[in-house]
């Protein structure tokens, strides 16, 4: 086993003579060496005693000769370099003869032909130098992961259309290699900017020439000359406007992204390790340069629309929003109208109230969005009188919303002559919520959507054997609300798949039953589960599947097929083709600047109303049982 002192640094030639400098923020270590150890190991144990990155650090591993073995050779000598596992042998050999001390030196690994493939986009940030954006919350540009690549993008010549992107791609050059840059001089025509640490000939200056606004680099000194402790000790951060700006230009902005996915992405590309508030608050600003800030949202607002409630003050209040598209497509498409509030959770918070239907493909078909500051009554009844306007009550129509006071209470002031339900999956919310029985959902889903009473009441008995209680809760909240047999109104069926999947489903089923002919429209049908009579003329079959979705059911394509009737014209109109294609016949256009004759109002963004934070509940708790 051979004893050998490790030390870091960089060998330096003077007066024509090699001298090693030693690195002392890095320190010495000892090693232990045994017969057999490869160059592998030992750049393994270098990599792991002094922190280096896997595949952007080169390591050279160095020695210098016993100067008694010195003494006969010429002064310049250069030092020894181990680059195979002879040479560790050879190392391993002296070292037990003469005292020889092992020299270790890093450099980021250069790749020129994969470095062309970087882009010139747009990272843009302030002409400052980049070590003076460094507060608590911002990124460590220093902590660059193992796949880090120099962007070989700067070069003599390379033009770039403004100094902002030139100042965005020397950025990312030392994020990349690990470094800080200070501009030395920054103007209209010309940039200069160099490492930050003194001495270094790292340097990259541009100027403009024949453009009023492209940069050309006139010179770069690609190569540090000082040592990589010093770098590290000067690196800089990347602050959350930068950081935006950076994951905009090569990622984009897209819906669903999340602060972990812009801090996974940043780690990844570019090895920049940040915590989850800077990650946040880089979406936040990404999301801001795209989209524009809320301020601009509000400001916007008069230009886009004529339905807007604003208070005396120009503070926003409430907001309807219809397309002429949907108001134009709703009349071919079934008329039961879904509504909703959901809370937002942005910078000024409220509540988006959604009107809804479903098409004839069973996909939902926006109809109108409000944004108010809460869920009340006053917010609801607006709503309602606006969605009035879209909506004629020449035709019935079925409202079917959750079980909120205000959405009840309006609707029957607005919509007196429409029929009104309930959603089933907000029923079945509050019963696992009150009586914790998901275990019997299944249950009250067949009492939910019984087509016939005959099927009703033996769900429901069966139910009321079980758990009393919760029978006796679905017949308090009004079966006409939720129960599909009791309902009054078309409220067709929206748990069923396409409709022809649905037919062809049956056609088979329906080809083995024994129908036999009443007179013109009626017949007898046998199978199923049930012996049925269906009436083709006025839709009906005593299943009721037929009338309340509006689909043949499995008797009524039975005696379609017996009395030769086309079985896609028993299917209401409203889920054919041609309604399917009216209902998105209209366009929806984007904002116009302005709107001839009508004059644009200024609209301030609402107030907020913030609750108290945890701190300050615990601070009034504390000063309440004090006195």
């Not at 450099?107 to 002409?127: A, C, F, P, Q, Y």
């Not at 949202?297 to 309807?320: D, E, M, R, T």
């Amino acid at each position: 086993m051979a004893q050998i002192p490790v030390v870091y640094g960089e060998w330096k030639i003077e007066e024509n003579s090699w001298h090693f400098v030693v690195d002392m923020d890095k320190g010495g270590r000892m090693w232990f060496l045994n017969n057999g150890c490869t160059l592998g190991e030992l750049t393994e144990m270098a990599r792991d005693d002094y922190n280096l990155g896997k595949k952007t650090e080169l390591i050279e591993l160095t020695y210098s000769l016993p100067v008694s073995m010195l003494q006969t050779m010429a002064s310049d000598t250069p030092p020894m370099h181990v680059t195979n596992d002879r040479q560790v042998s050879s190392l391993i050999a002296l070292s037990r003869v003469h005292m020889v001390g092992l020299c270790v030196y890093s450099r980021v690994e250069m790749d020129t032909e994969k470095n062309r493939e970087g882009s010139d986009e747009d990272l843009g940030e302030e002409s400052e130098e980049n070590s003076d954006h460094s507060t608590d919350d911002e990124a460590d540009s220093s902590d660059v992961n193992e796949d880090g690549e120099d962007s070989d993008n700067i070069y003599v010549r390379a033009s770039f259309p403004t100094k902002e992107k030139l100042l965005s791609e020397v950025r990312l050059t030392a994020i990349m290699l690990k470094f800080a840059i200070k501009t030395e001089k920054s103007t209209k025509t010309l940039f200069v900017a160099k490492c930050r640490v003194e001495g270094c000939a790292w340097m990259v200056r541009a100027s403009v020439k024949n453009d009023a606004s492209t940069f050309w680099v006139t010179k770069y000194v690609k190569d540090h000359t000082c040592s990589i402790g010093h770098r590290m000790a000067q690196r800089g951060k990347s602050t959350p406007k930068y950081i935006g700006k950076l994951f905009i230009s090569h990622l984009g902005i897209i819906d669903g992204l999340t602060p972990q996915y812009v801090k996974d992405s940043m780690k990844h590309m570019f090895g920049i390790k940040m915590d989850y508030t800077t990650s946040y608050r880089s979406l936040i600003y990404a999301q801001q340069l795209v989209r524009g800030t809320a301020e601009d949202g509000y400001a916007s607002l008069p230009a886009y629309l004529h339905s807007l409630f604003i208070y005396s003050n120009n503070k926003f209040k409430y907001l309807f929003l219809a397309f002429g598209a949907s108001i134009t497509g709703f009349q071919y498409i079934r008329r039961v109208i879904v509504v909703d509030g959901c809370h937002l959770t942005g910078k000024y918070e409220g509540t988006l109230l959604v009107a809804t239907a479903q098409d004839g493909n069973f996909q939902i078909f926006p109809l109108a969005f409000e944004i108010v500051d809460s869920e009340d009554d006053a917010s609801w009844e607006w709503f309602f009188f606006k969605l009035r306007e879209c909506v004629s009550d020449g035709y019935p129509l079925v409202i079917v919303s959750d079980r909120h006071l205000s959405t009840k209470k309006t609707c029957q002031t607005v919509f007196p002559w429409s029929k009104r339900g309930i959603c089933y999956y907000h029923l079945q919310h509050n019963i696992v919520t009150k009586f914790k029985g998901k275990q019997l959902m299944y249950l009250v889903k067949r009492v939910a959507y019984a087509y016939n009473l005959y099927d009703y009441n033996r769900y429901m008995a069966e139910l009321r054997q079980i758990k009393p209680d919760l029978a006796d809760y679905l017949e308090e909240a009004d079966v006409s609300l939720w129960s599909q047999v009791h309902f009054v109104g078309d409220r067709y069926n929206i748990k069923t798949s396409n409709v022809a999947e649905s037919i062809n489903a049956t056609l088979k089923k329906a080809n083995a039953m024994e129908v036999d002919q009443i007179d013109t429209w009626r017949y007898y049908v046998k199978g199923g589960t049930r012996n049925c009579i269906v009436d083709l003329e006025h839709g009906m079959c005593e299943c009721s599947v037929f009338y309340i979705e509006k689909i043949p059911c499995l008797h009524a394509i039975a005696a379609a097929l017996a009395g030769g009737i086309a079985v896609d014209s028993l299917v209401c109109p409203t889920y054919s083709k041609n309604y399917l294609f009216a209902a998105y016949s209209a366009n929806i256009y984007p904002q116009i600047s302005e709107v001839q004759g009508v004059q644009l109002s200024i609209c301030l963004p609402p107030d907020i109303r913030r609750k108290p934070s945890r701190r300050n509940e615990v601070s009034v708790a504390i000063m309440a049982r004090n006195c």
